[in-house]
């Protein structure tokens, strides 16, 4: 499964963006697929998951501004961010998983099996 993430850019605070990620190679309904986030210096972090039956999960630090979704048909994964904070700043990953299992393993980075090459999200204050 080759994943490609998309839809970073620059935004002030309060602002909105949409991350898409695309997946080519295997149909994504068969894997869970979640975004992840790294700030300079610091590790990567889970956002949110969402199993291959639509089930969320999310960070506390996002619930309520993100939501995650998908369409299966066209093998994209969508993140959408609103009120969008400064500390929201970081390079965005898409992941998908064979094994994930939601309220379990979904929100470690050893659960996924492919990883998106990322997209820079900047929030200004």
């Known amino acids: 499964v080759q994943l490609q993430a998309s839809g970073g850019g620059l935004v002030q605070a309060g602002g909105s963006l949409r991350l898409s990620c695309a997946a080519s190679?295997?149909?994504?309904?068969?894997?869970?697929m979640g975004w992840f986030r790294q700030a300079p210096g610091k590790e990567r972090e889970f956002v949110a998951d969402i199993s291959w039956s639509g089930t969320t999960h999310y960070a506390d630090s996002v619930k309520g501004r993100f939501t995650i979704s998908r369409d299966n048909a066209k093998s994209t994964v969508y993140l959408q961010m609103n009120s969008l904070k400064p500390e929201d700043t970081a390079v965005y990953y898409c992941?998908?998983?064979?094994?994930?299992?939601?309220?379990?393993?979904?929100?470690?980075?050893?659960?996924?099996?492919?990883w998106g090459q990322g997209t820079q999200v900047t929030v200004s204050s």
């Open positions: 992941a998908a998983g064979s094994l994930v299992v939601p309220g379990t393993n979904a929100g470690k980075v050893q659960a996924y099996d492919y």
């Open positions: 190679g295997r149909a994504l309904s068969s894997y869970a």
